[in-house]
């Protein structure tokens, strides 16, 4: 046995991980700032510290593997510059979990150890996401690996705030604010969830200053009752136009409020009065801004009544709610309570319900900064693919809100601003500032918040590469290349990163925003824990492999459509990695040594055929990745490696491997078998890096790694040299020819191992001409005794008959079947079907079942009818073909 010679089966996980070491050991991963090379660089989506593989990550990390691993076969110096995100409130939610369990908490712990605490955590579980995307074959640039929290990265925060600051760009205000009071945090409007909740709308009376009537507004929160500055109504509404209705009484507070005018307020809606409380409602902060109101904090940060609630002072503001409502109820002025649905926000995090709250928060003011992100892309300097999302990312950008930037948690960077005790003074600096800058106090106190942890993942494409300073791997490979994301993250993240990076480097962050799609479970549902159809990536992998999960994952990638993920579908691409294994061992037990020519003039036909098809899955692979249609890339390769290599040309070929055409022609096959094996490998390693990899050390003339391999198309007139539409033509005819004699086969039921005679009639001399020169393929792949070629005549007798462009071919049946047991045969297989029909078709035609059941199975039902027409059409045109003989 040649020590060449692959093992018979191909098992994953050894080759896995001896060749992932292999290239981390010889450093293929790594970025040069100093090669002369074209720069390509990626950066990672930085996964949070906390994260643990899924689906999401596995299809956006093979994605970018491939596009860097593809690149690198085009002979580009790349980048894939790797990183986790510190995660903000996930992980101090998971560290002080941890806490508990050690039974203590953050507060006992108190700021300093607690962040320590953070880190030893990080230290400890923080790469547990890094070692599972190296299981996944992520060819990052390890060395260089990032983490929001690190010095440099820290440095960069603070200098943006600061610049931002100074440029008035970030601002300090009282907002109204999404609060958790769980989480004691403020929440972006994006991290509210909002869920339809069965609560109660309440009428209340407000009466009039005279103490009559007066107006009766509709809330979900009467608690807020408490904090109302004002009443609103459209100032075209009739019923509010007379003298005395300029003011009414506040119940329970017995304050003064003003009726104000304001277009906002609905005249449909129940009475066309609205209660504005500034402090706890968005619309209402607004109103209030617009009209010049004061604002009444009357719910604390810590979920209870303020002092300014009076009587109701130190309730839990739901109990507080039941209160005010026995109250007014014993006043007269509940008018009534209705049933009502509305949607509530909750926090994305703990799930309690959010409070619009009046807060000191910082902001970054978005517009100005937006702008230039929109023109940007108007101009086409970034582009968003599939360009369906552009819109999206116009409307939200057209429609910004300032950025609120402040989070009440430990776990961040702190904001970079001191108050001074004496004097009140802001003073926002990259140093910790020793007085203060007006009084010359030294009594100054940071401020507690962190910034909110998008700030800093805003920052990544410039902040991993070294900025602030002006590094050679920013003047390398900033802009990057393209940036790969999902959708859901397009505003939290790739916008943000536009503004940025166009503010601070003067230049977009990338050239290209690919979004795609999700992976869903085969049902096309969204996977989540409680619904049990989670797959988990790493199972997977352990289950089949790596190579046929990152195949399953590409082939299925369509842009803009979701991937429904299953098993049976990876299961499925693991034949393919499997027919690769066969396919190659079976080339290797022929190729001893390597070729570096090929005699082109006198290759055979079958010789011509797969290089030229070889050069067309080349191409049209190496266009589908570079336009980010992974499916098409690896549907042009699966389909060369199995229905041209391996179905016809390593079958065409055996008779010249085996030695009985003559050493020439053996050695000149065996050049072109070496060349589609080597060529192919190059092709398939972006997706399979792994079996790529293993097949490659065993053949004879490669040295080192695949991943120093060039592609095919690394030289560029390779398509045309190797393109052979005259080959294609010819070898297009005689796979017709034998398709056909194999139909008549498999439809007759003719065992494979009987020969049998064909005549090929054909009024085009080509046609004959060509199926005479390549009657040996023929014989050999028909399994043909003999096989004669004439001009159109006679019918032959006792023949099956197929009919392909410009020839027909003629099976000879004599000796082949018993026609008479073969009609009764047919007639009882056809019976059989109709019985089988008869039911399909009654359910089809009955509307009951049309209307009501559910559509996929009414679609099975409809397939079935399908498949066994099919059937039926078959059988009878066998039978028709069979029964002249009788
Ligand atoms: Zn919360
Ligand atoms: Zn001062």
Known sequence: ??????????????????????????????????????????????PNVTGVLHMGHALNNTMQDILCRYKRLCGNNVLWMPGTDHAGIATQNVVEKHLAGQGTDRHQLGREKFIEAVWEWRKEYGSAIINQLKHLGASCDWDRERFTMDEGLSTAVRKVFVQLYEEGLIYRGNYIINWCHRCHTALADLEVEHEEI????????????????????????????????????????ERYRQTGKESVILPLMNRQLPVIKDKYVDMSF???????????DPNDFEIGARHDLPSIKVIGDDGMMTAEAGKFEGLDRFKCRED??????????????EPYKHSVGHCYRCKTVVEPNLSKQWFVSAKPLAEKAVAAVKDGKTKIIPEIWENTYFDWMNNIRDWCISRQIWWGHQIPAWTCEECGEIIVAMKTPEKCSACGSNMLVQETDVLDTWFSSALWPFSTMGWPDKTPLLKKFYPTAVLVTGFDILFFWVARMMMMGIHFMGDVPFKDVYVHALVRDENGKKMSKSKGNVIDPLTIIEKYGTDAFRFTLA????????????????????HFVNKLWNAARFALMHIDKSYDSIEHDNLSLPDKWILSRLSRAAINASEAIESYRFNDAAGALYKFVWHEFCDWYLEAIKPVLYGKEGEDKRKRTLSVLWRVLHDTLVLLHPIIPFVTEEIWNKLPGTEGSIMRAILPLGNSDFAKIDRDLEAEAKMGLVMQVITGIRNIRGEMNIAPSMSLDVSIQSDDEIIRETINQHKDIIINLAGLGVLSVESYGKKPERVATSVIEGATIFVSLEGIIDFANETQRLEKEINKLTNELVPVLKKLKNENFLGKAPEDVVKKVKDKKIQLLEKQQKLQSHMDRIKDFK
């Not at 005010?324 to 309570?337: A, S, W």
């Open 270 to 280: 129940g009475t066309g009065a609205l209660k504005i409380t500034p402090a706890h």
């Open 1 to 46: 046995m040649s020590s060449n010679l692959l093992d018979k089966g191909y098992e994953p996980h050894d080759v896995e991980k001896r060749w992932y070491s292999f290239w981390e050991e010889e450093r293929l991963f790594a970025a040069s700032e100093n090669s002369s090379q074209t720069s390509y660089s990626i950066v990672i989506p930085p």
């Open 555 to 574: 082939a299925f990638a369509a842009q803009g459509r979701d991937i429904k993920m299953s098993e049976k579908r990876v299961e499925g691409y693991r």
């Open 198 to 237: 069965d609560g109660n709308l309440y009428y209340i009376r407000y009466p009039y200053a005279d103490g009559k009537d007066g107006v009766v507004v509709a809330t979900t929160r009467p608690e807020t009752m408490l904090g109302d500055t004002a009443v609103a109504v459209n100032p075209d509404d």
């Open 324 to 337: 005010v409502v026995k109250e007014l109820k014993k006043e007269g002025l509940l008018e009534k309570i």
